[in-house]
């Protein structure tokens, strides 16, 4: 059945339950623009991510994962800056009007847009190959928000959750991976608790909203994993203009990779591999019992990996003090 443009976005952005009343949502769909109220005293917080299929995400891919991936690697941006989400807009761009997987789609973004209290409130549609441009705003009250820029010497470097997952679900799922040939799972890997698990971890990574926002304060900088702890470290450490040590063997990582991986590929995954949407922040020493507390009470795991020194770059050393070599290569598009 041919659906016109206006239809799809009733049936599917509108009725759908995606476009719900929140507060400050003055005006969503339906208008040529939404209009929203900024509370006194709250910056708005900005950010897009573009998926584009065979380049983000594989051809074919489930549309519901699909959308709740979308949403989550926005979310998880809105994390790094201590923001609490707000609303979100929609780009999409689409081959054909597929009702089943504008139907998945749709079902694939409520969960989290329910979670967060983050309604849609508008967006474009075109025809096209397949890409998924989301925008989130959020809110943070004018002193909190975190950049990458806050880091002192002396301060420790945590991560939140465990790290390696998101670049092991691309081995996991079978889809290409940056790290080359060498980086695949061992034998014993083949078990479908594992496959789930993976692809889990990459379809529905969880943007730690909740622990940056509840610890905001504590914070001296922020950034969300996604390029490899390696990359994404080194632009809180350029933008603060300080050096970085990381102590390899604190990595956290998941039963899975433990079991799935070798100890060179797992550290490969975690240092490079990217797309995992964990918290890598900075705390001062005085505040860092105060951090762990609060992150167990959220019942968030987190986990001191090294330590910001004078200088520039990022020196690695494993347990016995060992410098680590860790060729830089997290993955960039250009
Ligand atoms: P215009 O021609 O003025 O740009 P559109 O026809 O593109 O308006 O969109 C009509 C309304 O539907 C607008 O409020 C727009 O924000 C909303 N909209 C369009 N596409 C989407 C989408 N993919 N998701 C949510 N809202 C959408
Ligand atoms: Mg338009």
Same mark, same amino acid.
Request: with cysteine; hydrophobic share 40%.
């Given at each position: $059945?041919?659906?016109?443009?206006? #239809? ?13 009343? /929140? ?56 994390? /790094? ?35 967060? @209290? ?39 470097? !945590? ?24 980086? /695949? $799972? #061992? ?9 789930? !698990? ?7 990574? #969880? ?14 900088? @922020? ?29 956290? !990582? ?6 799935? $991986? ?5 550290? $490969? ?37 090294? #330590?910001?020194? /004078? ?13 680590? @070599? ?9």
């Amino acid at each position: $059945m041919y659906q016109s443009e206006f #239809e799809i976005i009733r049936r599917y952005f509108v009725d759908s339950g995606l476009y719900f009343t /929140a507060p400050g949502i003055e005006l969503g769909i339906g208008d040529d623009a939404a209009l929203l109220h900024i509370p006194q005293g709250k910056l708005l917080a900005i950010s897009m991510d573009v998926l584009v299929e065979a380049v983000h995400f594989p051809v074919a891919a489930d549309a519901g994962l699909l959308a709740n991936r979308a949403l989550a690697v926005n979310l998880s941006d809105l994390a /790094a800056m201590a923001a609490e989400p707000f609303c979100f807009t929609l780009g999409l761009v689409l081959p054909s009007n597929n009702e089943q997987w504008l139907e998945g789609f749709s079902q694939g973004l409520l969960p989290l847009a329910k979670k967060y @209290n983050c309604p849609l409130v508008g967006g474009d549609i075109s025809r096209g190959p397949l890409s998924i441009c989301i925008q989130v705003q959020g809110l943070c009250d004018k002193d909190k928000a975190v950049k990458r820029s806050g880091a002192v010497v002396g301060d420790k470097i !945590y991560v939140s959750g465990t790290l390696g997952d998101g670049a092991i679900a691309l081995a996991s799922l079978g889809l290409k991976s940056h790290l080359g040939v060498s980086f /695949a $799972m #061992e034998d014993e890997s083949q078990s479908s608790s594992f496959h789930q !698990y993976f692809k889990n971890a990459y379809y529905k990574p #969880e943007p730690r909203i909740e622990l940056a926002t509840e610890c905001a304060t504590l914070l001296t900088s @922020n950034i969300d994993i996604s390029d490899g702890l390696l990359g994404d470290l080194a632009h809180i450490i350029d933008a603060s203009d300080v050096g970085a040590q990381l102590l390899v063997h604190r990595i956290p !990582y998941s039963e899975a990779a433990l079991c799935c $991986m070798s100890a060179e590929n797992r550290l $490969m995954a975690a240092l490079h591999g990217g797309d995992d949407y964990e918290l890598c922040c900075t705390v001062a020493p005085q505040n860092c019992e105060k951090f762990e507390k609060k992150a167990t009470q959220l019942g968030a795991r987190v986990t001191c990996i090294g #330590e910001i020194v /004078a200088g520039s770059g990022i020196r690695c050393l494993d347990e016995s003090g060992t410098l680590v @070599n860790t060729e830089a290569g997290s993955y960039l598009h250009f």
